[in-house]
């Protein structure tokens, strides 16, 4: 075990975050990795098992000899780079993760992609058979009903109206981003979403591989639903939503996710983000904002109205003006106007956008170009911009 000693010995941070972003930028879309901390994690993993794969004398280090460098030959370094290949395409591999959700009443098998399905009370053995013929991962069901008992597959054989989730990813992250989606389409298609109670969630996930089964934990966005009611209707909505896969519904989807809470703060915040991701640009921003809401969304009552009053609601809360919904005279008025709190308004236009989201709005170009004027030399800005167009 020298060689993985050695190696933390002569670690250095700086140095092992660029070769991580270098990682990142060459591989992370192969890999499913997608920020620093996963990328480090894998070279680490590497690193401390390739130094004790090859027969360098690590020992011989000392005052006179200090560089690691010097102990590697070139036979050593195409070792190292062949190990390096296996190990990196090893990686690239989909492997199966699972997610226990329960209190989800459905019996059937439901695939809404390639990699993402949902299987009903009562199909473990279904699970098991498929996991098998794809991957060829062979799981007995007695080793999940015994000793994998306690672990989320073992839970979903065990719990009556649960349902298991099977992810195909290549990384823990990239499994959590496809488990993100799900729970933000599960949030705008299920009925009653926010009757959530206090129990705590289990946010652990297993996922399989030809040596075994590991569990780790995720941050999991989906609260304590009294229960979740797989409905036909909702099947056939969640397959209309998951089958867009752009980068703006599959954020937005995260955000809607991230909001589902009981905590109105959080869920108009991440709500209000939702809608950005979808419409939202660097310039104009407002107008995108608003100008794609109300086409999307037409069909609701007042959806200009809504929409700028919602807008101007989450300007003060990001800018820190107002903390609280109340603080606000556009809070109450938004409430005699329109009969409905501005968070459970938001929810309802963000659920229609979803639904009939036709891309991003293209803001219309006006010809001229806008200049801004201190205010006391408006009125004599004005006067010689007339003058001028008169002649």
Not at 24 to 36: A, F, K
Not at 209 to 225: A, D, K
Not at 351 to 373: A, D, H, S
Request: charged share 25%; hydrophobic share 35%; glycine share 4%.
């Amino acid at each position: 075990m020298e060689g993985d000693v050695i190696f933390w010995l002569k670690y250095s941070d700086k140095e092992m975050n660029k070769c991580a972003s270098l990682l990142l930028q060459e591989s992370g879309r192969d890999l499913g990795i997608t920020n620093i901390k996963n990328a480090k994690e894998l070279l680490l993993n590497f690193c401390s098992y390739a130094f004790n794969v090859i027969d360098a004398d690590f020992l011989s280090l000392n005052e006179s000899n200090p560089y690691l460098s010097q102990l590697l030959s070139q036979h050593h370094r195409t070792i190292l780079s062949s190990l390096f290949v296996d190990y990196i395409d090893s990686k690239k591999v989909l492997k199966p993760y699972i997610y226990t959700l329960k209190h989800a009443h459905t019996n059937e098998v439901h695939n809404f992609t390639d990699n993402l399905s949902i299987y009903g009370s009562g199909q473990i053995e279904r699970l098991l058979i498929d996991i098998k013929n794809r991957t060829g991962i062979d799981l007995p069901s007695k080793a999940v009903e015994n000793e994998l008992n306690k672990e989320p597959i073992g839970q979903y054989k065990q719990l009556l109206n649960s349902s298991a989730i099977l992810v195909y990813a290549r990384s823990v992250s990239e499994a959590t981003e496809t488990f993100d989606r799900l729970f933000g389409a599960l949030c705008i298609t299920i009925d009653k979403p926010f009757i959530i109670n206090q129990v705590t969630v289990d946010n652990r996930i297993n996922f399989l591989e030809s040596n075994g089964i590991t569990t780790c934990q995720i941050r999991c966005n989906l609260p304590s639903v009294y229960e979740i009611n797989i409905t036909p209707e909702v099947i056939s909505d969640l397959k209309k939503i998951l089958k867009s896969d752009t980068k703006r519904m599959t954020s937005a989807l995260s955000f809607i996710a991230h909001g589902w809470t009981h905590d109105k703060r959080e869920r108009f915040l991440n709500h209000f983000i939702a809608l950005d991701a979808l419409y939202g640009t660097e310039r104009s921003n407002k107008t995108a904002i608003v100008g794609g809401v109300s086409r999307d969304a037409s069909n609701i009552e007042d959806i200009e109205s809504k929409i700028k009053a919602i807008y101007s609601l989450r300007s003060k809360f990001i800018h820190g003006e107002i903390s609280i919904f109340s603080d606000h005279g556009k809070y109450p008025k938004f409430i005699h106007e329109h009969g409905i709190e501005p968070v459970e308004s938001l929810f309802s236009v963000l659920k229609t956008c979803i639904f009939n989201y036709q891309g991003p709005y293209k803001v219309p170009q006006l010809e001229g170009v806008n200049l801004r004027v201190p205010k006391e030399l408006e009125t004599e800005f004005k006067m010689r911009i007339a003058e001028y167009n008169k002649k």
